[in-house]
Structures are given as C-alpha cells and as structure tokens.
C-alpha cells in the first residue's frame, strides 16, 4: 500500500511529536543511568503522575493550565528525589537484580497509589489552546502538539544550557563521566545522584503534562510509555543525552509509520516494532547508534 | 626438543588503544621448570598471563602451548590443554563453598552432563566420588586439610584464599601452572610456606610460571627469570645473573624515580 | 552418605506437607490455589536455577509458560491431539525458542540481559494477541480437554493437585542433583566469576544456555499443566505483568534456594490472588513491601531471615542449604 505523499506527511507529523515524548522518556532514563548505572523501571510512572496531577489541578481544581504544569512539574520532580531517598540510597549490597526489582517495586507502589487517588479510569485533560486542527500542506496536526514539540525543544535547550553554563549542570556531568574523579574535586556524588533522580521526574512529569491532552491521564499509562521510552534510550545509545532523543524521534516515527503504512490487521504489532528495534539493537550493536562505552 | 618448551610466546604483541603494553615479546618455558616473570609496575606481566590464557586476544605473535598454537581459542579450551592460573585479585566463587570451589577446578577432567546429573545416574555419582577424592588431595596439598570442607569460600583468610585459589587449580591436573602475584599480601612466613609449595608442586611434574615483585621469592625458587619493562623484554637468565644486570636495576631504579 | 541424603529434606518435608494439605483445604478453589501455587513453583524453580544459581537474568519467563500454555491448548483444543502429546510438543517447543533466542541474548549482561529478556516476553505477548487465527487473539482459547491416563482424567482441582504436586516434588529432586554436580557447579562458576570459571575450563556461553533453555522446558511443562488445569488460556496470563511476578518470587524467596521457590511462589501467589479482590491499597502495599524487602533484605525472605537470625546466634554461616 503505497502512501500518498499526505499520508506519508501525517505519519511523519505524528511521528516526530510522539518521538519527542520518548524523547523526553528516554532522557529521564540516561540520566539516572548515568549517574548510577541503575535502569529506573519507575520512569514511566513520573510520566503518568505528571499527567494526572495536571487532571487534578487543571480539571478538578480549575487551576489555570500554566499553574497545573507547574505543579504538576515539580510535583514529579519532589516524587523523583523522594523515590532516591527511600528506596535507592538505603539499600545494601545493591546487585544489579536487586536494583532492577527496588525501581520495579517502585513502579509497582506508585502505580498502586495513582489508582487508589484517581482510581482506574481514564480521565481527560484540556488541551492547551484548543482542538482546532491546524493544516500543514494537506496535512493537519493539533495545537497541542505544537506544544508537545515546542516544549520538548525548550527543555532541551534548558538542560543544555544546564549542562554546560551551571555549576550544578557541569557537576553532574563530571559525576557522570567519572564518579571518583568528580568525588576527588568535592563533587558530592550521592547528592548528584538524588539530583538525577530529581531532574528525570522534571523531565517525566513535563511529558505527562504534556501528552496528556493527548493520552489521557490514566493510573497504568506508564508501563508501555515507560518502556518504549527505554526502547528509545537503548536505540540511541544509553548513556548520550543526545542519543536519547535522536533515539526518540527514530523509534517515534518508526512507529507511526509502521502503524499507518502496515497492511490491515497488521496494526496491532505496532508495539512490537519499539521491542523489536531494542533487541536487534542490543543483540547487533548493544552501544546503539550514538552510545559511548556505557557502563 | 621442542616437546619440552611447554609454553612459547613467539613475538607476542598487545595494543590497548595507542599504548602498546606487551612488545613482540619472545621467551619459552621448559617442562619442569619454574620460571619468573618479573618487572616493574606496569611492566606487562599480568597482560602476558592474560595473553597465554587467552582473556584478551594477540594483536600479533603466537602463543604456542606444548607446540600447538593458541590463537582464537577461547580461555576454556587454553585450560583444556592443560594450563591452569590463579588471579591476582582472589577470584574465587563466592557463591561456594572450599570443597566446590576446588571441585570446579577439575571440570576438564569431567564427563557427566546435564541429564546423568539430574537423575543421578551411576556414572555421575562414581565420577563425583572421584572428584571429591582429587578435591580434598588438593586441599591437603596446598595445607588447607584441616578446614571443613563446607566452609564458604570467602570466610577463609586472605592467605587461605590464595591458597584456596591454587588448590583449584591444582584440581585440573595442568601441565602448566600461571600464579599471578600469589605473594601479594602475604605475610614472610606465609610467603615462605608458599615458595615450599611452589616446589613442591614443580617436583610433582607441573611446570610453574610466575610473577611475583617479592625478590626473595622469586630468587629462591625460580631456575630462570625473565624481566619485562614497558612491555618489551630486557633480561632473561639464571637469577643471580638477571638480578646483577645493569638494565634491569635502571629499568626498576627508573621506577623509583 | 548422610551428607548426601540430607538435601533430600526439604523435598521429603513438601512431600509429606502436599500428601496432608487437601485434608486441611476447605473447599475446592482453595485447592485450586494450591496447584496454581504448585505451577508457579516449577516456573520459579527453573528461574532460580537461572537467576540464583548461574547468576543470569530473565524479565520475560512469562513468554515460555505462554508458549507451553497456548502449544497445549492449540494442539489439544483446536487440532484434537492428544493432551500428553500436546504437552510434550508444548515443553519441546519452549526448549527450542529458548535455544534460539538464548543463544544471542546470552551474549548480553546485566541490565542489558533484562531488557532484552523483557523485549522478548513483550514480542511474545503481542503475537500471541496479534495472530488471531493461530491464538485466538483476546478471546483467548477454551475448552482444552484435560490430561489422561487411561481412564483417569484429570478434570478435578483434587486430582490436578496431585499431578501439580508430583510435579513439583520431582522437579524440586531434579533441580538439587543439578545443583550438586558437576554441571551445577559450573553455572554457579559462571555466576562466582566468570573469569575464572572460563580459566577452570568451563565453557560458560554453553552453560548459559543450557540452564536458559532448562528454565524455558519447565516453564513450558508449568504452561501446559496451567492450561490443562484451567482449560482456558489468554494471552494476559502470560504478559509483562507475570514475568514481574515470576522475578519477585523467585527474589522475594531467596536466589539460590529451593525452599526460597517454593515460599517465594506461594507467597505471591497468594498476594496476587487477594489484589484481584481489593486492587487498590493492596497493589500499594504488595511494591511497597517489595520496595522494603529488596533494600534491607536482598538475600530475599527464606534466605535472608535465615541470615539475620544466624547473625544472631553467632554462628559460622554454613552453606549448602539449598533444599
């Protein structure tokens, strides 16, 4: 079924605004992984606590929507710091299973508690400037994923500038290239690493926020948002920041065009398609497209 | 002749990167003898071991085990030729106890797989009992007779782990012993039970190669020594020799500058 | 000989403990719990000799109980084969896939092992939902027939149970022979130090995969015995959510430890019966204390209280208690 070159474009479209949401995924799991080494199976849940605190704020509360993000935002962020405090730092002879099932127990616990607050359902969220469809050539795109790029774009020039001109930003860098070392200049690393927990809800609670017009908020949105999100990091490169987003926006499109351009019936296995890329990744080049050594 | 060069490195070359830590690097070891690698820090001794063992690829050169060359072998099949190493940082199983640990070290000379395993069959257990028997000489050989056998492998001392380590790989009946710096963080009179034992080994048929910085030692024992500095050869002879060789004091007085 | 003998006794404790349960069990989905405990037991078995034993690492076991699960009903239910048959080509083919994606995936370490473990589970779970004409799709498949032997068929809680429990028994013997020989003491080489379990001249990728695939068989044997059990399978039985399960058992009981499959499975199974009946603060408080569990006792439940209270005692901690 070849696709009319509108179609290709919708795909695209769809494509790159999704991409950007595992971008954003993907970024939250780089930078605990770098700072710890650790996978955070939890990631997926800043994205939905996010989501769902903006339902409350905005929806519940009738909050405007700046004043809901921002709650929202940090909301996560405190969740992402209290999460490293109680269940990374106390934790004794931490192997990389025992890791693995502390952030899944994690993951497990806050999933149980966002249904238990906002119960099983899935609830809407308004979209930031409307529902007008906005045309592009004879393709169309929603406001809100005008937002979706645009935001996704500004916080990565934040974080960049964050990187490289904030003693915070350069220090958690330094921790992240080499712990002993950066710990021998003073840096300390168990507050990086609290930091880097911190700043991957940031970045988790602003793509719920964002997606969630969208998505919808529900208390199990994380799981398969989480994981691709993790699929994109692995595509990347799980360790570049940069590979992560590039990373998203691939697997994004991939799948959007997989989705749109497969024949009937075939639809369904367009989850595959982020599972898929992960294991030929692994299994071909395990350090993905832009991955320096890793860990 | 060349029966009796039991290991060969025939212009052994490794490069990590740009810096090039083992330098067509040639000398035999002769069946029967213990022979000492020696140099200083940094020297390339432990990346000669991890050479001959195969835990890292040759970039050039040979390496030849009773003749037969060793290129592209994985490190399992260099031990099924019969050549049998200790670490330099204790690596033993910490999920196991002495006995096992030991017990591991004579996997070559096993057969039973995983079915005779799991149901049991009459050849595994013949073979178990046998492998017991070899485990527990090896362990009263290295003097470690007097520990319970079931004792978890880390809650030996230090020394006792050594020796723990060298009794594993006694097990396998090598031809060929490496010891990597089995002094290290000895005590003198541990280190003094060690040189006896290292003869004691060699006068059971195994020839020893081993690297060591404990002079004492290795003058002692060893019936040549080869000096290594910065990955190239610089001295190989009988240890008075090597020991009054003006290269060789420059290359570990250099050291200390 | 004695020596020998003694890690019989566990087996010999559960033995007796299975013969007496149904007396003690009040009605018949009680017993219905204990054989879905004893099915699970025979998955955790198998990932503990993987996960505890050779050190390895598997988020996506649920996919080889799916397959064994789905390779009975199919065969059974859809093709009218024998059920015997159907669960040996069900056991057969776990095997297989688990050779094949082992042999690449085994290639991998650590994290990296995880998640190309759970991508696989995920890949398996979406086929099975997917291929419609082969599975069902979300209907699912129904009316498996149950096992027989010669006139007895197993089409009651009461006699799966004791199928289950045999099953358990034997596979609990199995898993202590293997531990203590010379091919079980390789893979637990592997997880000691693989360096210097290569050095020993043990081949590791092949030990790998020979526990890997172990592992996929008993899953798939589970897989069967659960969709004979049940007669009815779908696919998000078998899904991520299992897979977390199946780990948690295994961890929550004690890695390395056949006692620590059996209480690790009886426990979450247990635990996961109750959260279908009160999702909400349970599913709270199920990763909470797995949370709590994994931090201050990562050696799990069996074997980590039995640590604890060694320590107290002051005794020499002794190995060797596996079962």
Same mark, same amino acid.
């Given at each position: 079924m070849i696709p009319s070159g509108d179609q290709f474009l919708q795909y695209l479209l769809s494509g790159v605004t999704l991409g950007s949401i595992y971008g954003m995924i993907a970024l939250g799991f780089t930078l605990i992984h770098n700072a710890t080494g650790i996978v955070n199976f939890a990631q997926g849940e800043f994205v939905a606590y996010g989501a769902l605190i903006v339902f409350t704020c905005?929806?519940?509360?009738?909050?405007?929507m700046p004043l809901a993000i921002l709650i929202a935002v940090v909301g996560v962020t405190l969740v992402g710091a209290a999460l490293e405090r109680a269940?990374?730092?106390? +934790?004794?002879? *931490?192997s990389v299973i025992t890791l693995i099932i502390i952030t899944i127990g994690a993951s497990i616990f806050l999933r149980g508690t966002a249904m238990w607050i906002w119960g099983p359902d899935a609830l809407p969220i308004r979209h930031f400037s409307g529902e007008e469809p906005i045309a592009i050539g004879r393709a169309s795109i929603l406001p809100q994923h005008l937002w979706i790029m645009g935001i996704v774009l500004g916080t990565m020039v934040a974080l960049w500038l964050l990187g490289e001109k904030t003693q915070v930003g350069k220090a958690m860098r330094a921790c992240a290239m080499d712990r002993e070392a950066a710990q021998l200049v003073g840096i300390p690393a168990s507050r990086m690493v609290m930091l880097s927990f911190a700043l991957s809800g940031t970045l988790g609670g602003i793509a719920g926020a964002i997606v969630a017009p969208i998505a919808m908020g529900q208390y199990n949105m994380g799981i398969m948002l989480g994981l691709k999100g993790f699929c994109a990091a692995i595509l990347g490169g799980m360790g570049n920041p940069l590979g992560a987003v590039l990373g998203g926006l691939l697997l994004g499109t991939l799948e959007s065009l997989g989705a749109g351009l497969? *024949?009937?019936?075939? +639809?369904?296995f367009k989850d595959a398609i982020a599972f898929g890329i992960m294991l030929i990744v692994l299994l071909a080049k395990p350090t993905g497209l832009l991955g320096r050594g890793g860990r | 002749m060349a029966a009796d060069q039991l290991l060969q490195l025939d212009r052994a070359t490794k490069r990590f990167g740009g810096l090039?830590?083992?330098?067509e690097l040639c000398f035999e070891v002769q069946r029967g003898q213990i022979k000492a690698l020696i140099g200083p820090n940094g020297a390339g001794k432990t990346t000669a071991f991890n050479l001959i063992t195969r835990v890292y690829p040759l970039d050039g050169g040979e390496v030849r085990i009773a003749g037969a060359p060793t290129r592209g072998l994985p490190s399992h099949r260099v031990a099924a030729l019969g050549v049998a190493r200790t670490f330099q940082n204790v690596q033993l199983? $910490?999920?196991? #106890?002495v006995l096992e640990n030991v017990m591991v070290g004579a996997h070559t000379r096993g057969t039973s797989g995983l079915l005779s395993s799991a149901l049991r069959l009459r050849s595994m257990r013949s073979q178990e009992r046998a492998l017991t028997e070899r485990a527990l000489s090896c362990l009263d050989l290295v003097g470690? $007779? $007097?520990? #319970?056998?079931?004792? @978890?492998?880390? #809650?030996?001392s230090f020394g006792q782990q050594r020796l723990l380590e060298i009794a594993r790989a006694l097990a396998a009946e090598p031809q060929l012993l490496l010891l990597d @710096?089995?002094?290290? $963080?000895?005590s003198s009179a541990e280190t003094v039970r060690l040189g006896e034992l290292v003869q004691r080994i060699r006068d059971l048929g195994i020839t020893v190669l081993i690297v060591d910085h404990d002079m004492d030692l290795v003058m002692q024992i060893s019936g040549e020594v080869v000096v290594l500095d910065h990955g190239v050869k610089i001295a190989e002879g009988a240890p008075r020799a090597v020991q009054r060789d003006p290269k060789v004091i420059a290359a570990y007085l250099g050291e200390e500058a | 000989m004695k020596h020998e003998l003694a890690r019989y006794r566990w087996i010999v404790i559960v033995a007796a403990a299975a013969a007496v349960l149904p007396r003690l069990l009040p009605d018949r989905y009680a017993i219905h719990l204990a054989v879905m405990i004893g099915i699970n037991t025979i998955v955790a078995l198998g990932l503990n000799l993987l996960?505890?034993? %050779?050190g390895q690492v598997s988020l996506g076991q649920a996919a080889f109980v799916g397959v064994g699960a789905y390779a009975s009903a199919i065969l059974s %239910?859809?093709?009218?084969?024998s059920p015997w048959f159907a669960m040996a080509a069900g056991v057969a083919l776990s095997a297989l896939i688990g050779a094949a994606v082992g042999v690449p995936l085994l290639k991998l370490r650590g994290h990296y092992l995880a998640m190309g473990t759970l991508g696989f589970g995920m890949i398996v779970h979406i086929v099975l939902v997917q291929w419609e004409s082969l599975t069902?799709?979300?209907i699912g498949i129904m009316s498996v027939p149950p096992l027989k032997i010669g006139g007895i068929s197993f089409d009651s809680e009461l006699k799966m149970y004791y199928l289950v429990a045999a099953s358990v028994i034997v596979a609990m013997a199995l898993a202590a022979n293997i531990i203590n020989s010379r091919v079980g003491r390789a893979m637990r080489a592997v997880h000691g130090s693989e360096i210097a379990a290569e050095m020993s001249g043990v081949d590791t990728a092949r030990y790998k995969l020979q526990v890997f695939v172990l592992s996929a068989a008993m899953a798939g044997y589970a897989g069967s015995l659960y969709a004979h059990h049940t007669t009815y399978v779908h696919p998000d039985s078998f899904g991520f959510h299992y897979s977390i399960y199946l780990v948690v058992m295994v961890v929550i009981g004690g890695m390395a430890s056949i006692g620590g499959a059996i209480f690790g499975a009886g426990a979450v199974t247990l635990i996961a019966e109750h959260l279908r009946s009160f999702e909400e603060f349970s599913t709270v408080a199920f990763g909470f204390i797995l949370v709590a569990i994994m931090v201050f006792l990562p050696a799990g439940l069996w074997r980590g209280t039995a640590e604890a209270l060694r320590r107290l005692r002051r005794t020499a901690p002794t190995p060797g208690e596996e079962a």
């Amino acid at each position: 079924m070849i696709p009319s070159g509108d179609q290709f474009l919708q795909y695209l479209l769809s494509g790159v605004t999704l991409g950007s949401i595992y971008g954003m995924i993907a970024l939250g799991f780089t930078l605990i992984h770098n700072a710890t080494g650790i996978v955070n199976f939890a990631q997926g849940e800043f994205v939905a606590y996010g989501a769902l605190i903006v339902f409350t704020c905005s929806g519940v509360l009738g909050l405007p929507m700046p004043l809901a993000i921002l709650i929202a935002v940090v909301g996560v962020t405190l969740v992402g710091a209290a999460l490293e405090r109680a269940a990374i730092r106390p +934790s004794r002879r *931490p192997s990389v299973i025992t890791l693995i099932i502390i952030t899944i127990g994690a993951s497990i616990f806050l999933r149980g508690t966002a249904m238990w607050i906002w119960g099983p359902d899935a609830l809407p969220i308004r979209h930031f400037s409307g529902e007008e469809p906005i045309a592009i050539g004879r393709a169309s795109i929603l406001p809100q994923h005008l937002w979706i790029m645009g935001i996704v774009l500004g916080t990565m020039v934040a974080l960049w500038l964050l990187g490289e001109k904030t003693q915070v930003g350069k220090a958690m860098r330094a921790c992240a290239m080499d712990r002993e070392a950066a710990q021998l200049v003073g840096i300390p690393a168990s507050r990086m690493v609290m930091l880097s927990f911190a700043l991957s809800g940031t970045l988790g609670g602003i793509a719920g926020a964002i997606v969630a017009p969208i998505a919808m908020g529900q208390y199990n949105m994380g799981i398969m948002l989480g994981l691709k999100g993790f699929c994109a990091a692995i595509l990347g490169g799980m360790g570049n920041p940069l590979g992560a987003v590039l990373g998203g926006l691939l697997l994004g499109t991939l799948e959007s065009l997989g989705a749109g351009l497969s *024949p009937i019936g075939w +639809s369904g296995f367009k989850d595959a398609i982020a599972f898929g890329i992960m294991l030929i990744v692994l299994l071909a080049k395990p350090t993905g497209l832009l991955g320096r050594g890793g860990r | 002749m060349a029966a009796d060069q039991l290991l060969q490195l025939d212009r052994a070359t490794k490069r990590f990167g740009g810096l090039v830590a083992v330098d067509e690097l040639c000398f035999e070891v002769q069946r029967g003898q213990i022979k000492a690698l020696i140099g200083p820090n940094g020297a390339g001794k432990t990346t000669a071991f991890n050479l001959i063992t195969r835990v890292y690829p040759l970039d050039g050169g040979e390496v030849r085990i009773a003749g037969a060359p060793t290129r592209g072998l994985p490190s399992h099949r260099v031990a099924a030729l019969g050549v049998a190493r200790t670490f330099q940082n204790v690596q033993l199983f $910490g999920n196991m #106890s002495v006995l096992e640990n030991v017990m591991v070290g004579a996997h070559t000379r096993g057969t039973s797989g995983l079915l005779s395993s799991a149901l049991r069959l009459r050849s595994m257990r013949s073979q178990e009992r046998a492998l017991t028997e070899r485990a527990l000489s090896c362990l009263d050989l290295v003097g470690l $007779g $007097g520990i #319970s056998r079931d004792t @978890e492998a880390l #809650s030996l001392s230090f020394g006792q782990q050594r020796l723990l380590e060298i009794a594993r790989a006694l097990a396998a009946e090598p031809q060929l012993l490496l010891l990597d @710096e089995p002094a290290a $963080g000895l005590s003198s009179a541990e280190t003094v039970r060690l040189g006896e034992l290292v003869q004691r080994i060699r006068d059971l048929g195994i020839t020893v190669l081993i690297v060591d910085h404990d002079m004492d030692l290795v003058m002692q024992i060893s019936g040549e020594v080869v000096v290594l500095d910065h990955g190239v050869k610089i001295a190989e002879g009988a240890p008075r020799a090597v020991q009054r060789d003006p290269k060789v004091i420059a290359a570990y007085l250099g050291e200390e500058a | 000989m004695k020596h020998e003998l003694a890690r019989y006794r566990w087996i010999v404790i559960v033995a007796a403990a299975a013969a007496v349960l149904p007396r003690l069990l009040p009605d018949r989905y009680a017993i219905h719990l204990a054989v879905m405990i004893g099915i699970n037991t025979i998955v955790a078995l198998g990932l503990n000799l993987l996960m505890g034993y %050779a050190g390895q690492v598997s988020l996506g076991q649920a996919a080889f109980v799916g397959v064994g699960a789905y390779a009975s009903a199919i065969l059974s %239910a859809n093709m009218g084969i024998s059920p015997w048959f159907a669960m040996a080509a069900g056991v057969a083919l776990s095997a297989l896939i688990g050779a094949a994606v082992g042999v690449p995936l085994l290639k991998l370490r650590g994290h990296y092992l995880a998640m190309g473990t759970l991508g696989f589970g995920m890949i398996v779970h979406i086929v099975l939902v997917q291929w419609e004409s082969l599975t069902g799709g979300t209907i699912g498949i129904m009316s498996v027939p149950p096992l027989k032997i010669g006139g007895i068929s197993f089409d009651s809680e009461l006699k799966m149970y004791y199928l289950v429990a045999a099953s358990v028994i034997v596979a609990m013997a199995l898993a202590a022979n293997i531990i203590n020989s010379r091919v079980g003491r390789a893979m637990r080489a592997v997880h000691g130090s693989e360096i210097a379990a290569e050095m020993s001249g043990v081949d590791t990728a092949r030990y790998k995969l020979q526990v890997f695939v172990l592992s996929a068989a008993m899953a798939g044997y589970a897989g069967s015995l659960y969709a004979h059990h049940t007669t009815y399978v779908h696919p998000d039985s078998f899904g991520f959510h299992y897979s977390i399960y199946l780990v948690v058992m295994v961890v929550i009981g004690g890695m390395a430890s056949i006692g620590g499959a059996i209480f690790g499975a009886g426990a979450v199974t247990l635990i996961a019966e109750h959260l279908r009946s009160f999702e909400e603060f349970s599913t709270v408080a199920f990763g909470f204390i797995l949370v709590a569990i994994m931090v201050f006792l990562p050696a799990g439940l069996w074997r980590g209280t039995a640590e604890a209270l060694r320590r107290l005692r002051r005794t020499a901690p002794t190995p060797g208690e596996e079962a």
